[in-house]
């Protein structure tokens, strides 16, 4: 079928005899083949009076008009708005997903953390008024010694171990634990069997103890390995 449809006029004038051979065997041809057509072919022969040779009011024009843009819609509708948002909120959502999942598992840690020769001022630390100092807690190793100085004014907190073994394909893990357990780790510098840490936190009481785990070479996300030490500083 030509997608072309012949105008209404050319109907009319083919219905007031107006049209020559080529131009009424043109009408007759399309109308057989488009539905669209035939329709408005028969409403014009139903509308016309048989003798009559009159052109269409400008008002039934337009409504002739309406009917035919209907029938378009029918047999092609346009997409709705909200469809076509839904999709693009969709491709939106896929396309940021990676973001998302990375921002919902890894959360940027609310201290600063220094290890070994990061510490400058050690010794104005441990000898502060403010600080409150207490002994690491070994687990599975009697030559393991440390002591920590909680300093609740300035919100740090300092960490000195002795004794770690050294470790084959394995790293130290210090993890600082949460009210809510939630466990966020650093690996260990471990220098000659000792190391130091000095934490600064945003707030100290979100925090509960400090422990220390053997974990696979590089770390690893939550504590898996033997525990070696810990303290409570609440």
């Not at 337009?62 to 509708?77: T, W």
């Not at 939106?92 to 890894?106: A, C, D, G, K």
């Not at 190793?141 to 394995?170: I, M, S």
């Not at 840490?197 to 979100?206: A, E, G, K, N, W």
Request: net charge negative; aromatic share 8%; charged share 30%.
């Amino acid at each position: 079928m030509n997608n072309e449809h012949i105008f209404e006029d050319n109907i009319i004038d083919y219905l007031n005899g107006n049209l020559d051979e080529k131009g009424k065997q043109t009408v007759e041809t399309h109308i057989e083949e488009c539905e669209q057509c035939n329709r408005l072919y028969n409403f014009w022969q139903d509308t016309l009076p048989a003798d009559s040779n009159m052109t269409p009011s400008p008002l039934l024009k337009k409504r002739i008009d309406k009917q035919l843009k209907r029938e378009r819609i029918r047999k092609h509708p346009i997409p709705k708005p909200t469809a076509i948002a839904g999709l693009v909120i969709i491709v939106v959502i896929f396309l940021s997903l990676p973001n998302i999942l990375r921002q919902s598992t890894t959360t940027e840690p609310d201290y600063e953390i220094f290890q070994n020769n990061e510490i400058s001022d050690r010794e104005l630390f441990v000898n502060s008024p403010e600080v409150e100092k207490q002994d690491i807690v070994p687990i599975a190793d009697d030559d393991l010694a440390g002591k920590v100085w909680v300093n609740n004014e300035t919100q740090e907190v300092l960490l000195e171990v002795y004794g770690l073994a050294g470790l084959d394909k394995r790293d130290y893990q210090l993890w600082i634990v949460d009210r809510h357990n939630r466990a966020k780790g650093e690996l260990l510098m471990v220098e000659n069997g000792s190391t130091r840490v000095l934490y600064r936190l945003d707030d100290l009481s979100h925090y509960k103890f400090l422990k220390a785990s053997v974990e696979p070479l590089g770390g690893s996300q939550q504590p898996t390995g033997p525990e070696t030490f810990f303290v409570n500083f609440e």
